[in-house]
T-cell receptor, first 116, second 113 residues
Framework: GAVVSQHPSWVICKSGTSVKIECRSL??????MFWYRQFPKQSLMLMAT?????????EQGVEKDKFLINHASLTLSTLTVTSAHPEDSSFYIC????????????FGSGTRLTVV | AQSVTQLGSHVSVSEGALVLLRCNYS??????LFWYVQYPNQGLQLLLK??????LVKGINGFEAEFKKSETSFHLTKPSAHMSDAAEYFC???????????FGKGTTLSVSS
């Protein structure tokens, strides 16, 4: 089946630094990818939708200058958390839309970000 | 806008007992509905999905769900719980093909021996 590889699986960074999270579709082309954020014991909140070759569409309340999303190829989307602060600590999960399968969505394994 | 409501944030069952996790949707158009399972610090694994074909959907690991339009429900069931079923379960919806999934708040399933 379809596989989405997300790296890193966990990262600790200092406050004020930037962190990049990668999401790759390994055996299919993903024209659309989605980024979610999940707080402990809570649901997944959609942050943004990215389409290959175009600017990402951010959900209301998500700072586009803080959470930079790039989808430069059909197999790679990246989320960069800029000038990270402790409140950005969370679990980030990407999802790729698989066009070969009707309503096929494949999720990455997630990235645990801790800002200290 | 579409949404899903999961009734019961925590469900506890005994091993071998019936599992019933509830999900109601709110959508102005026929929705696509999904159930996912999440183990701690991991991504989501698809259990099953409804895409307007058969109303009774069978998934992996013995789970199934029935789409009931009259009740706007898509409850997840499993006849006999196993210890390995203990996890977080999410119901999700989209009302247009290819759009982002919107998730419910999740239900934690505990299984006791």
């Amino acid at each position: 089946g379809a596989v989405v590889s997300q790296h890193p699986s966990w990262v600790i960074c200092k406050s004020g630094t930037s962190v990049k999270i990668e999401c790759r579709s390994l055996d299919f082309q993903a024209t659309t990818m989605f980024w979610y954020r999940q707080f402990p014991k809570q649901s997944l909140m959609l942050m943004a939708t990215s389409n290959e070759g175009s600017k990402a569409t951010y959900e209301q309340g998500v700072e586009k200058d803080k959470f930079l999303i790039n989808h430069a190829s059909l197999t790679l989307s990246t989320l960069t958390v800029t000038s990270a602060h402790p409140e950005d600590s969370s679990f980030y999960i990407c999802s790729a839309r698989e066009n070969r399968v009707r309503e096929g969505y494949t999720f990455g394994s997630g990235t645990r970000l801790t800002v200290v | 806008a579409q949404s899903v409501t999961q009734l019961g944030s925590h469900v506890s069952v005994s091993e071998g007992a019936l599992v019933l996790l509830r999900c109601n949707y709110s959508s102005s158009v026929p929705p696509y509905l999904f159930w996912y399972v999440q183990y701690p610090n991991q991504g989501l694994q698809l259990l099953l999905k409804y895409t307007s074909a058969a109303t009774l959907v069978k998934g992996i690991n013995g789970f199934e769900a029935e789409f009931k339009k009259s009740e706007t429900s898509f409850h997840l069931t499993k006849p006999s719980a196993h210890m390995s079923d203990a996890a977080e379960y999410f119901c999700a919806v989209s009302d247009q093909a290819g759009t982002a999934l919107i998730f419910g708040k999740g239900t934690t399933l505990s299984v006791s021996s």
